[in-house]
């Protein structure tokens, strides 16, 4: 192979990585070129679900919120693995059912943890 292949080669993955940054790029530029701005004290107020909202929008939650929405999305993230083993359950023989019960063996002293630890409490 001749030096010229490979600056061949070399110049398509410099051009698709160039292609993908200005694809990912651009819809951001234009839009915050083209985008209306009429600001109005209206359009710049708090929103949620509908009601207005009374008070400051600046207030402090309680770290447990906090604590509590991230161990949802660890287990819920996790427990999303469990469909592919469950649908390649005969496939994968008793290796495969060992090692996921050392997944939710796993899973579970997390959540004996979390549960001792007393995160998982509402005050």
Same mark, same amino acid.
């Given at each position: 192979?001749? /030096? +010229?292949?490979?600056?061949?080669?070399?110049?398509?993955?410099?051009?698709?990585?160039?292609?993908?940054?200005?694809?990912?790029?651009?819809?951001?530029?234009?839009?915050?070129?083209?985008?209306?701005?009429?600001?109005?004290?209206?359009? /710049?107020?708090?929103?949620?679900?509908?009601?207005?909202?009374?008070?400051?929008?600046?207030?402090?939650?309680?770290?447990?919120?906090?604590?509590?929405?991230?161990? *949802? !999305?660890?287990?819920?993230?996790?427990?999303?693995?469990?469909?592919?083993?469950? !649908?390649?359950?005969?496939?994968?023989?008793?290796? +495969?059912?060992?090692?996921?019960?050392?997944?939710? +063996?796993?899973? *579970?002293?997390?959540?004996?943890?979390?549960?001792?630890?007393?995160?998982?409490?509402?005050?």
């Amino acid at each position: 192979m001749s /030096n +010229g292949s490979y600056f061949y080669n070399y110049f398509f993955i410099a051009l698709f990585t160039l292609m993908a940054f200005a694809f990912a790029l651009l819809p951001v530029l234009l839009a915050g070129k083209i985008a209306p701005r009429k600001p109005s004290k209206i359009k /710049n107020t708090a929103y949620e679900c509908g009601l207005e909202s009374k008070g400051d929008s600046w207030i402090q939650f309680h770290v447990q919120y906090y604590l509590i929405a991230l161990i *949802f !999305v660890v287990f819920d993230v996790e427990a999303v693995f469990l469909y592919p083993w469950a !649908v390649s359950f005969k496939e994968t023989g008793f290796e +495969g059912f060992l090692a996921m019960s050392l997944f939710i +063996g796993i899973l *579970f002293l997390g959540l004996v943890y979390e549960w001792r630890k007393k995160n998982l409490d509402w005050e």
